[in-house]
Nanobody
Framework: QVQLVESGGGLVQPGGSLRLSCAAS????????MGWYRQAPGKQRELVAR???????NYADSVKGRFTISRDYAKNTVYLQMTSLNDEDAAVYYC?????????????WGQGTQVTVSS
């Protein structure tokens, strides 16, 4: 079992920055690929960024160059640094932990944190 607790969401003006944090507990953090997803009203949940256990990353095209995902193995925490935020970034952001072990998928979600972009 993995428990994920997100923090850092809030209200930010267009062009501003936020850093989201996701603290993980309950299992071997380093064995999971960690991701940030988001869901805006009326839209499907989409992948924003992912960082694998080896440290490789991938991003949605819409956030490349503006968002950075990172992980701190000592703190069992994954971060999403968001810059140059715009209206389309407003959503509930969810932390995800995923791994495949012996053909069995482990997949966990946090409760979500709201990001609002408004002047």
């Amino acid at each position: 079992q993995v428990q994920l607790v997100e923090s850092g969401g809030g209200l930010v003006q267009p062009g501003g920055s936020l850093r989201l944090s996701c603290a993980a507990s309950g299992s071997i953090f380093s064995s999971y690929a960690m991701g940030w997803y988001r869901q805006a009203p009326g839209k499907q949940r989409e992948l924003v960024a992912r960082i694998r256990s080896a440290g490789t990353t991938n991003y949605a095209d819409s956030v490349k160059g503006r968002f950075t995902i990172s992980r701190d193995y000592a703190k069992n925490t994954v971060y999403l640094q968001m810059t140059s935020l715009n209206d389309e970034d407003a959503a509930v952001y969810y932390c995800n932990a995923w791994r495949m072990v012996w053909g069995t998928e482990d997949n966990y979600w946090g409760q979500g944190t709201q990001v609002t972009v408004s002047s």
